[in-house]
């Protein structure tokens, strides 16, 4: 059966580089365009597509093909029904054997995708388009709309005009940009094979190569080295790759070093790490002869840790400092990652620059110190409305000027023991507290719960073994009496009274003799060297009484027996 051609919906490359570009394709104001961004919309309109696998296919070609296998099926079911009638078996056959064709073409949707994805031009192929901007190193040429490319002015002869930009350029594909890049163009295709050799002894002796930047692609740039394509990774460009703008160098002539040669040249990788490790290095040794101790200088925090703040000087070629934890901020418990951020601006104060070099930074210098205020108006003692700002199960701490915090421990938070500040207090309580002790030198502030008036009124008293102290009955429990010591804050105030030393008979009930409230004197017996709580008791209090009572009746019947003999007397009389 004979078949008619489908007519192609689309001209052939050779054609569609014959045909002018439009002024739809070609916008004047391109020219205007900075090579950077050419580069990252060349990548981002081509990706990292992959060469098609069928260079001949085509959309149109696709379409005319199916519409003429579902003419043949339906001519083919015809002929089917007409055997089927004749009792003959050939073509029901033949009818499965092209349905199992086309299942097979339906099911393979990537290759009409891998089709549409292939490099608009092919390599050797005679292109035009014009011209958007000539450089130093390059003159970078729009292919119709369909591409942006990049010619190498080492090519021209030194007869040859430099074309203007919106001029029709016309050239060889070289690089058909299949592996992300720029199409690269070229006048001279044979010149590669001239430039091998000297890349090879490039290798061998470690001597550096010009090449011209062609283009981004994963993980590095393009390099065209004398008509050699090369790859040189990003991290072989650049000191700090990931944040690199590697569209920057394109169309850029540099200096490489040749890493490796394989495959006679097919396999060229070139790295600019030893050139750029030298400036960078001579840069920081001259920045940093300049920097002057005390000097204050705009930053940009590059990396936050634990330990502290890395943070580059824009004022000193980029130079980078740290800034140590203890001077990020003068509270020593706020914690880094709340204060700053990666790429947050900050002022800074050089404190140092020691004999490695290294430059040591400080925010905290210039920053008014909250701390200090506080110590000058705030007394131990003083009662001051605070609130809680963040609770721990070590204690909870309390917020009492702008930028300052104390910390009430959780064996002061009462009189009867906590094991969990958190069973207590929660972040956001209003709590009125008393200013305990100060350490200047470690920024700390410790604090109590305020007492009520009735509390502050009551007298301070001496907590030391053997004196006597009043008390008030806090709990009562099987084992002993949990007590408050009158006129104390704190763990300070806490005191316990054992069982047998409430005086009252072994086993008695001690809730039948005492009551929460109940003030007590009772003798501080022992003082716990750890917990610094001391072991207090009422029947020792009342047996120390006698005995001091019973000494001073034994010290007073001596005094009285003091007069002594006759003999005594007259001998202190004569005497005197």
Known sequence: MAQETPESTESTPGEAASTPATSDNVDTSSTETTLAE?????????????????????????????????????????????TSADGSTGAPGEKKKRKRKRKKKAANPEAAQRATDRAPFHVGEEV??????????AIMVDLSGKALAIFDRSEMEPDDLLPEVGERFVGRVLNDGGRGGLVVLTRKPLREEEEKPKIEQAHRDGSLVSGLV?????????????????????????????AANLAQLVGQRLDFKVTSYEKQGRDVVVTRRPMIEKEAHERRKAAREALVEGAEMAGIVRTVVDWGVFVALPEAEYLE???????????????????????????VKVLKVDEKGKVWLSRKALLEDPFAKVFE?????????GEVTRVEEFGAFVKIADGVEGLIHVSD?????????????????????LVHHFDERQRRIGLHP???????????QKVAKNNKIDVEVAKIEPAGLQVRILGATGRHARGFIPAGQTGTPRGTELRSHFTVGQKLTVLVVDIDP???????????????????AHKEYRDKLKAEASFGTLGDLLKRKIGG
Do not use: C
């Not at 035009?128 to 190193?137: I, M, N, P, Q």
């Not at 108006?377 to 409305?385: D, E, F, L, R, S």
């Not at 305020?450 to 301070?460: G, I, S």
């Open 128 to 137: 035009f388009g014009k011209v958007t901007a000539v450089v130093d190193a």
């Open 38 to 82: 050419e580069a990252q919309q060349s990548a981002a309109r081509e990706g990292d597509a992959e060469p098609a696998e069928d260079d001949h296919g085509d959309d149109g070609e696709s379409e005319a093909d199916d519409s003429e296998q579902d003419a043949e099926d339906g001519e083919a079911d015809e002929s089917s029904e007409e």
């Open 413 to 433: 938070l009462g009189v009867v023991r906590v094991d969990d500040a958190r069973n207590v207090l929660k972040a956001g309580d209003s709590i009125d507290v």
């Open 214 to 242: 062609t283009g981004v692609i994963k993980g590095g740039v393009e390099v065209l080295i004398g008509g050699v394509r090369a790859f040189a990774p990003a991290s072989g460009v650049d000191l700090h790759p990931r």
């Open 377 to 385: 108006n705030v007394q131990i003692g003083q009662i001051i409305k």
């Open 530 to 548: 750890k917990s610094r709580e001391p072991k207090l008791s009422v029947s020792k209090l009342a047996q120390d009484e006698e005995r001091r």
């Open 450 to 460: 305020a007492p009520n008036e009735e509390q502050l009124a009551e007298p301070k």
């Open 321 to 347: 400092g740290l800034v140590h934890a203890s001077e990020v901020s003068h509270n020593p418990r706020e914690k880094i990652a709340d204060i700053v951020k990666p790429g947050q601006k900050i002022r």
